[in-house]
């Protein structure tokens, strides 16, 4: 029986986030660095092709990186998005990063959400989701399901009374944000849907 669960992120993440004070001025400046983990995370092996990361809205600045690590765990949950959501909460120090005593938060991932990551979203606190790769492109590209995730999934964010909204951007930085699948479907990397083997 095991009494505390354990997740980490690749050493190499340090060094590519580099100054853990910088300021990222611009959703395009936050989504480059959320490729930049996604890419190398294909370059040295440590996972599946997806990278994220939590920001603070007013300062730009990274507050916990994510990148998909479900192999390397042997974990199913351990998503781009779901390490850094954990993350951000664990380095504020609070389960809900909307809560009144932090400043807003948002959450950029490399691709659209699956519908696990959806769920992980609904109840983080973030207020603004952006993402680059489409869903269609993960599915086509990577052969990665998503799941059953709601056609209007942004929408279902969007408006969520008595629940704070949160704002959804897509398609950022897109075309690059795809090419980062190509790069891992095409350098043979693991496809691990459930059941799949
Ligand atoms: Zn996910």
Not at 24 to 42: D, F, H, K, Q, W
Not at 123 to 135: L, N
Request: proline share 8%; aromatic share 6%.
């Amino acid at each position: 029986m095991e009494l505390e669960i354990r997740l980490s992120l690749p050493a190499w993440i340090a060094d590519e986030v580099g100054d853990p004070g910088r300021a990222y001025p611009t959703i395009e400046s936050r989504m480059e660095l959320a490729l930049r983990l996604a890419g190398r995370n294909v370059a040295e092996g440590t996972g599946g092709p997806f990278g994220a990361g939590v920001f603070d809205r007013e300062t730009g600045r990274l507050i916990a990186p994510g990148v998909n690590v479900v192999v390397p765990s042997t974990c199913s949950v351990a998503h781009a998005e779901i390490m850094a959501i954990a993350g951000a909460q664990q380095a504020r120090g609070v389960f809900d990063l909307g809560s009144p005593a932090g400043t807003a938060t948002e959450l950029i991932s490399s691709a659209e959400p699956c519908i696990q990551c959806f769920g992980a979203i609904w109840w983080s606190g973030v207020t603004r989701v952006v993402t680059g790769a489409r869903r269609q492109d993960v599915e086509t590209i990577s052969g990665f399901s998503e799941g059953p995730l709601p056609e209007d999934w942004p929408k279902l964010l969007a408006r969520r009374p008595p629940l704070p909204a949160v704002e959804v951007l897509r398609d950022c930085l897109r075309s690059r944000a795809a090419d980062v699948l190509r790069r891992y479907r095409d350098g043979g990397g693991r496809i691990y849907n459930p059941g799949a083997g």
